[in-house]
Nanobody, 122 residues
Framework: QVQLAESGGGSVQAGGSLRLSCAGS????????MGWLRQAPGKEREAVAT???????NYLVSVKGRFIASRDNAKNTLYLQMNDLRPEDTAMYYC????????????????RGQGTQVTVSS
């Protein structure tokens, strides 16, 4: 098992930036596809970004070019740099770990943190 804990959320104005971090513990972090999920009230959960064991990334179309996911396996840490934030990015963001980076499977990833709130005002 892997335990995940997010930090770095907050409130920003549109156009601003935030950097989320996720500290992992327990199982070997490097074995997992890692990524970020988000869910806004009344909306479906989305896989915002995934990064596989070779650090190949994939992004939700709406965040491509604005968000950058990275991982440091030596530190068991995952990051999400979010730039040019928009009000529609407002959601609870969850760090997640799964066996695969397939979108349909990752969105229901077996391991998730407690989440960190990101609020973007216009």
């Amino acid at each position: 098992q892997v335990q995940l804990a997010e930090s770095g959320g907050g409130s920003v104005q549109a156009g601003g930036s935030l950097r989320l971090s996720c500290a992992g513990s327990g199982d070997d972090f490097s074995r997992y596809c890692m990524g970020w999920l988000r869910q806004a009230p009344g909306k479906e959960r989305e896989a915002v970004a995934t990064i596989d064991t070779h650090s190949t990334t994939n992004y939700l179309v709406s965040v491509k070019g604005r968000f950058i996911a990275s991982r440091d396996n030596a530190k068991n840490t995952l990051y999400l740099q979010m730039n040019d934030l928009r009000p529609e990015d407002t959601a609870m963001y969850y760090c997640a770990a799964g066996a695969t980076c397939s979108y349909r499977e990752f969105v229901i990833a077996g391991y998730r943190g407690q989440g960190t709130q990101v609020t973007v005002s216009s």
